[in-house]
C-alpha cells in the first residue's frame, strides 16, 4: 500500500506524513529538503537564483523522489509518501517555467524526462492521495514562523503563485488523470462525503499535529477503496 501527502510548502505534510507513520505502523519516505539538497538554498536566494538554479532543483527533486520510489518498491511493505511527483512536475517545475524562471529548452527537456520517468514500475500511482490546504496568510505565517532559513527570505508573491496553482485546474486535472476523481472530505469532523475516488481534499491546516479523528479518516478511507 501506498499513501502519498500532496500540499503546499507549509500545508503540514510532514506533519502528517510522520503522525500517519507512526500511528499504523508505515513506512515513510520524506522530501529532501535538508543537507543532502545543495541546491535549495541556491535557490531561495533571489529571482537571479530562481532563473539560475531552478532546473538543477527540480531535476534533484524528480531524480531524489524517484529514487526513494525504486527503493520502496525493493523493501516492499507500506509507505507514506511525502510529497508526490505529480506536484513535483506539475505544481512546482511547470510553475517555474510559467513565471519565466525556467526557459523553454529546459522546460522542454525536463516534461521529455518526466514522461519517460512516468512509465518506470516504481511510478505507479498511490492507493490514496491526500491533498491538504489551507488558507495563503496562514501558509506564509507557518513559513516566516518555522519555515527553512532560505524559504523565510524568499518573495511572499513566489508563494501566492504557487498556491494559486495547487487550487486551480494542473493539479486537480493531474489528480483525476493519475489517481482517478477527486473526492472532498470534512477532516476534522472524520467525515467523509465520498470514498469513490482515490484522491481526498482535507482541508486542515491545524497548528498542531494531526489528531486521532483525522488518522482514523484516512485509513477508513484507504480501506473503503
Do not use: C
Not at 130 to 140: A, F, Q, V
Not at 144 to 150: D, E, F, I, L, Q
Amino acid at each position: 500500500m501506498l499513501l502519498g501527502i500532496a500540499g503546499m510548502i507549509g500545508s503540514g505534510k510532514t506533519t502528517l506524513t510522520q503522525a500517519l507513520a507512526t500511528r499504523f505502523g508505515l513506512q515513510h519516505a520524506l522530501e529532501s529538503v535538508d543537507a543532502d539538497n545543495p541546491w535549495l538554498d541556491k535557490f531561495y536566494s533571489g529571482s537571479e537564483g530562481m532563473r539560475k538554479y531552478g532546473m538543477h532543483l527540480q531535476l534533484h527533486f524528480l531524480a531524489t523522489r524517484f529514487k526513494a520510489m525504486r527503493r520502496m518498491r525493493a523493501m516492499g511493505g507500506s509507505w507514506v509518501l511525502d510529497r508526490t511527483w505529480y506536484e513535483d512536475a506539475e505544481i512546482f517545475a511547470r510553475g517555474l517555467y510559467e513565471q519565466g524562471y525556467m526557459g523553454g529548452a529546459d522546460w522542454k527537456l525536463y516534461e521529455q524526462l518526466y514522461a519517460e520517468l512516468l512509465h518506470a514500475p516504481a511510478a505507479r500511482p498511490p492507493r490514496l492521495l491526500l491533498y491538504l490546504e489551507g488558507p495563503l496568510d496562514t501558509i506564509l505565517e507557518r513559513i516566516a514562523t518555522r519555515g527553512r532559513p532560505g524559504e523565510r527570505d524568499a518573495d511572499p508573491d513566489y508563494f501566492a503563485t504557487l498556491h494559486d496553482r495547487y487550487a486551480g485546474p494542473p493539479l486537480a486535472g493531474n489528480l483525476r488523470a493519475k489517481t482517478g476523481r477527486l473526492a472532498n472530505a470534512n477532516a476534522l469532523s472524520g467525515v467523509l462525503t465520498t470514498t469513490t475516488g482515490r484522491a481526498l481534499v482535507f482541508s486542515y491546516i491545524g497548528n498542531v499535529a494531526p489528531d486521532r479523528q483525522l488518522t482514523d479518516a484516512v485509513i477508513t478511507a484507504q480501506n473503503a477503496l
